[in-house]
C-alpha cells in the first residue's frame, strides 16, 4: 500500500494544462526530493522529472514539477494525446525505502 | 548507449525461487545504486529492493523481505535478485533500475507465480 496519495485520474482537452498532486509526510516528501515518472501503454517508466522541478534531458518543458511542504505537484500544459500515460511520483522515505505514488492516469479527452 | 536488459522471469510454482539477473552497459555500474521495482497486473509500481554501488549496503520492502535477496557482479555488470518462498502475489513484471538517478531503466520481466 502506498503512502503517496494521487488522484487516480486527470483528464483535459488537447491544448489545455493538468496538474497532478501527490501528497505524502514528513517522512518522506517533507524531507526528500520528488521525483515524475511517466509510464505509456506497455512500456517501461521513464524519468520526466527529478529533484523536485528538474527536467532531464529531452523532456520538454511542457512538463513541470514544483514541491512545498509534503506535497508536490506535476503540471502538463499544452496537453498532447501522446501525453496519455500513467503518472507516478516518488521519492525516498526515513527508513531508506523509496516509495512511489499511487499513480494518476492523464486522459485526453 | 545505456542498456538494462533483464532476464530470468517466467512461471514458478507457489514456494518454489526465482532468480533475476539485470545486464547492464553503457554508463559506470559500480558507481550507481540499483534497484528492483514490481508492477503487478493492472496495478501501480512497487519498489523491492535496492543495493548501494559496492554492494556493501541493501534494503528491501517489507512485503520481501526475509524472502528475496538482492546482489550485483560488479565486475559483469550485473545485478540480481533471489526470489525465494515465492507467492501468488509477487506475480509482477519486475524492472531494475538505477536508484541514484532513477534515469535508466530496464524493458522489464514478467514472473508469474501459479500452480
Known amino acids: 500500500q502506498s503512502v503517496l496519495t494521487q488522484p487516480p485520474s486527470v483528464s483535459a482537452a488537447p491544448g489545455q494544462k493538468v496538474t497532478i498532486s501527490c501528497s505524502g509526510s514528513s517522512s518522506n516528501i517533507g524531507n526528500n526530493d520528488v521525483s515524475w515518472y511517466q509510464q505509456l501503454p506497455e512500456t517501461a517508466p521513464q524519468l520526466l522529472i527529478y529533484?523536485?522541478?528538474k527536467r532531464p534531458s529531452g523532456i520538454p518543458d511542457r512538463f513541470s514539477g514544483s514541491k512545498s511542504g509534503t506535497s508536490a505537484t506535476l503540471g502538463i500544459t499544452g496537453l498532447q494525446t501522446g501525453d496519455e500515460a500513467d503518472y507516478y511520483c516518488?521519492?525516498?522515505?526515513?527508513?531508506?525505502?523509496?516509495?512511489f505514488g499511487t499513480g494518476t492516469k492523464v486522459t485526453v479527452l | 548507449e545505456v542498456q538494462l536488459l533483464e532476464s530470468g522471469g517466467g512461471l514458478v510454482q507457489p514456494g518454489g525461487s526465482l532468480r533475476l539477473s539485470c545486464a547492464a552497459s553503457?554508463?559506470?555500474?559500480?558507481?550507481?545504486?540499483m534497484s528492483w521495482v514490481r508492477q503487478a497486473p493492472g496495478k501501480g509500481l512497487e519498489w523491492v529492493s535496492a543495493?548501494?554501488?559496492?554492494?556493501?549496503?541493501?534494503y528491501y520492502a517489507d512485503s520481501v523481505k526475509g524472502r528475496f535477496t538482492i546482489s550485483r557482479d560488479n565486475s559483469k555488470n550485473t545485478l540480481f535478485l533471489q526470489m525465494n518462498s515465492l507467492r501468488g502475489e509477487d506475480t509482477a513484471v519486475y524492472y531494475c533500475?538505477?536508484?541514484?538517478?532513477?534515469?535508466?531503466w530496464g524493458q522489464g520481466t514478467l514472473v508469474t507465480v501459479s500452480s
Open positions: 516518488g521519492t525516498w522515505d526515513s527508513s531508506l525505502h523509496y516509495v
Open positions: 543495493i548501494t554501488g559496492s554492494g556493501g549496503s541493501t
Open positions: 529533484g523536485n522541478d
Open positions: 533500475a538505477d536508484s541514484s538517478a532513477w534515469f535508466y
Open positions: 553503457g554508463f559506470a555500474f559500480s558507481s550507481y545504486a
